[in-house]
Nanobody
Framework: QVQVVESGGGSVQAGGSLRLSCVASGRTYPGMCMSWFRQAPGLEREAVATIYPPSDTYYSDSVKGRFTLSQGNAQNMVYLQMNNLIPEDTGMYYC?????????????????WGQGTQVTVSS
């Protein structure tokens, strides 16, 4: 089993920044992919970013240029730096790990998911 824990959510005004953290523990392995998804009220969950360690990253068009996904100092730890936040970024953000080797970066078939951390951006 793998445990996934997110942290760093909060409330900010438009134009502000937040940094989310995700740590995977348990039966992890080197090179395990890690992704962020988000879900706004009334909308479907969508992919935000995925990293295939050490540095192969992908972003949705809606966050490209504003969000940066990077590895932390520890194995299986990532940061999602979110800058120039807009109200449309509001939602529950989930970290998910362990991708299908033949899947696309945005697919939601990750094996392990965290409980989520709330991000609220006010105008």
């Amino acid at each position: 089993q793998v445990q996934v824990v997110e942290s760093g959510g909060g409330s900010v005004q438009a134009g502000g920044s937040l940094r989310l953290s995700c740590v995977a523990s348990g039966r992890t392995y080197p090179g395990m992919c890690m992704s962020w998804f988000r879900q706004a009220p009334g909308l479907e969950r969508e992919a935000v970013a995925t990293i295939y360690p050490p540095s192969d990253t992908y972003y949705s068009d809606s966050v490209k240029g504003r969000f940066t996904l990077s590895q932390g100092n520890a194995q299986n730890m990532v940061y999602l730096q979110m800058n120039n936040l807009i109200p449309e970024d509001t939602g529950m953000y989930y970290c998910a790990v362990d991708c299908n080797a033949n899947g696309a970066w945005y697919q939601q078939d990750r094996r392990y998911w965290g409980q989520g951390t709330q991000v609220t951006v006010s105008s």
